[in-house]
């Protein structure tokens, strides 16, 4: 069974910016969600998309969003890139949900603002 | 909303020693506490997990506890290896509540 995919799996960008990453899920699950990894934060949670909606969301700012497609594909977008967005963004498949069952990350995209 | 307290930081052992990481979390209705250990240059694999009704949970080397009246729960490696080095994150979630991670710890096993 294919694991979850992510790509690109290294960007470079400047501020000002805009970025969109991609995530594949494992097959037959419908949860994906994104975290943000930082040496200084930690794993700090984005958002959740359960069956193409969004059911959870984090506490950063609206120029962090994303999607599903009915095929649980999912796409994370920042817009407006600050020097702090620098960090490894991780997605995670679940078939019961980001809450209540075990997650299966990706290796992550990792995105360097210059 | 959920906070989770992790530690230590960074944990050095020799090989064959035990291992143990401690987590505090602040919300009660949490139920679902899973850890996480990643490797370098890798994402977070799901190693051990409790929900909480049950006390205890345990899997060859590796056993979690889990207190609720204290809201602690703890990682135990027994007969570590050099292998068992990575960062070990905690986790708490359940019902509504999105999932709250540690910091982190960074395992050293010395062989």
């Known amino acids: 069974k294919a694991g979850v995919t992510q790509t690109p799996r290294y960007l470079i960008k400047t501020r000002g910016q805009q970025v969109t990453l991609s995530c594949s899920p494992i097959?037959?699950?419908?949860?994906v969600s994104w975290y943000q990894q930082t040496p200084g934060q930690g794993l700090q949670f984005l958002f959740e998309?359960?069956?193409?909606?969004?059911?959870n969301k984090g506490n950063f700012p609206g120029r962090f969003s994303g999607r599903q497609f009915s095929n649980s594909r999912s796409e994370m977008n920042v817009s407006t890139l600050e020097l702090g967005d620098s960090a490894l963004y991780l997605c995670a498949s679940s078939s019961q949900g980001a809450q209540n069952g075990e997650l299966f990350f990706g290796e992550g995209s990792r995105l360097t603002v210059l | 909303g959920e906070n989770v307290e992790q530690h230590p930081s960074t944990l050095s052992v020799q090989e064959g020693d035990s291992a143990v990481i401690k987590c505090t979390y602040s919300d009660s209705a949490s139920n679902y506490f899973p850890w996480y250990k990643q490797e370098l240059g890798k994402g977070p694999q799901l190693i051990i997990d409790i929900r909480s009704n049950v006390g205890e949970k345990k899997d060859q080397r590796i056993a979690v506890t889990l207190n609720k009246t204290a809201k602690h729960f703890s990682l135990h490696i027994t007969e570590t290896q050099p292998e068992d080095s990575a960062v070990y994150f905690c986790a708490a979630s359940g019902g509504s509540y999105i999932p709250t991670f540690g910091r982190g710890t960074s395992l050293i096993v010395h062989p």
């Open positions: 998309y359960f069956s193409e909606t969004q059911r």
């Open positions: 097959s037959g699950h419908r949860s």
